[in-house]
């Protein structure tokens, strides 16, 4: 069993701050890649931002300069932080973690729950 749990998500106005956290536990050979996603209604789910197990980042368009991605020296938790936030970013923000569980020779992709962002303006 593979658990990703996620929290930091808040309402904050425009111009503020928040910063996501996300952790895997349970039965893990290898995290390869961590992420985050999100969802705003209507819309479909997008890419904010990964992390390989090397520390290489990769970011939409959308959040450069604003948000950061990392992982602690372990590798089983990813933070997101998240600075100059506007409206536009308000959404559910998914963990994700493409992962080797103990005794499988291929990595899947697990989701977190969710935790949701909302910016007033």
């Known amino acids: 069993q593979v658990q990703l749990v996620e929290s930091g998500g808040d309402l904050v106005q425009a111009g503020g701050s928040l910063r996501l956290s996300c952790s895997a536990s349970g039965n893990i050979f290898r995290i390869a890649v961590m992420g985050w996603y999100r969802q705003a209604p209507g819309k479909q789910r997008e890419l904010v931002a990964t992390?390989?197990?090397?520390?290489?980042?990769n970011y939409a368009d959308s959040v450069k300069g604003r948000f950061t991605i990392s992982r602690d020296n372990a590798g089983n938790t990813v933070y997101l932080q998240m600075l100059s936030l506007k409206p536009e970013d308000t959404a559910v923000y998914y963990c994700n973690a493409n992962l080797r569980p103990l005794g499988i020779m291929v990595t899947h992709d697990y989701w977190g729950q969710g935790t949701q962002v909302t910016v007033s303006s």
């Open positions: 992390i390989t197990s090397a520390g290489s980042t």
